[in-house]
């Protein structure tokens, strides 16, 4: 296995990994109902984004570039890789410009739910757009791994 192959695979590990098991925490604190537990679960998704899925897109990244470089790939036509490529774009675009100010707003509502006990309408409405545009974020990047695994199209 080359190295640029084993970091990639590192990549793709921080990555789906975090996004998958980062949405489980935030569901299971959602069902509590608890304001307390469900504030420290969104401030830790925020931080588990920023500690483990951010490094992962990085390896990701920079790993597909020199793999792609070293086998002197083409970017042309309609390919698994383009494919790919424009999904974990699109994937990208939903993180940066849905996700992350989705899980600003959860924290901040979550935060003025701690002194009322209850959660507040504001919050669960962001978390169910968070929970929508998490589910494309999700999927995006298992059509994109089986598309990796299969080289297909």
Same mark, same amino acid.
């Given at each position: 296995?080359?190295?640029w192959?084993l970091?990639?695979?590192?990549?793709?590990?921080?990555?789906?990994?975090?996004?998958i098991t980062?949405?489980?925490?935030?569901?299971r604190?959602?069902l509590?109902k608890?304001?307390?537990?469900i504030h420290s679960?969104v401030?830790?998704?925020m931080?588990?984004d920023?500690a483990?899925?951010?490094?992962?897109? @990085? %390896? /990701?990244?920079v790993?597909?570039i020199a793999?792609?470089?070293?086998? *002197?790939?083409k970017?042309? !036509?309609?390919?698994?890789?383009?494919l790919s490529?424009i999904l974990?774009?699109?994937?990208?675009v939903?993180w940066?410009? @849905? %996700? /992350?100010?989705?899980?600003?707003a959860?924290?901040r509502?979550?935060a *003025?739910c701690l002194g009322s !006990?209850?959660?507040?309408?504001?919050?669960?409405?962001?978390?169910?757009?968070?929970?929508v545009?998490g589910i494309?974020a999700? %999927?995006l990047?298992?059509?994109i791994?089986?598309l990796?695994?299969?080289k297909?199209?």
């Amino acid at each position: 296995m080359s190295f640029w192959l084993l970091l990639h695979i590192i990549g793709v590990v921080l990555f789906a990994g975090n996004v998958i098991t980062a949405a489980f925490w935030k569901v299971r604190a959602d069902l509590s109902k608890n304001p307390a537990i469900i504030h420290s679960a969104v401030k830790n998704v925020m931080l588990a984004d920023y500690a483990f899925t951010l490094p992962g897109i @990085v %390896l /990701i990244v920079v790993s597909g570039i020199a793999m792609t470089v070293q086998a *002197e790939m083409k970017l042309n !036509g309609l390919n698994w890789l383009t494919l790919s490529l424009i999904l974990f774009a699109v994937t990208g675009v939903i993180w940066a410009a @849905v %996700l /992350i100010p989705l899980q600003r707003a959860m924290i901040r509502h979550s935060a *003025e739910c701690l002194g009322s !006990g209850s959660i507040s309408k504001a919050y669960r409405q962001a978390s169910r757009n968070w929970a929508v545009f998490g589910i494309a974020a999700t %999927l995006l990047p298992l059509v994109i791994l089986y598309l990796m695994i299969m080289k297909s199209i």
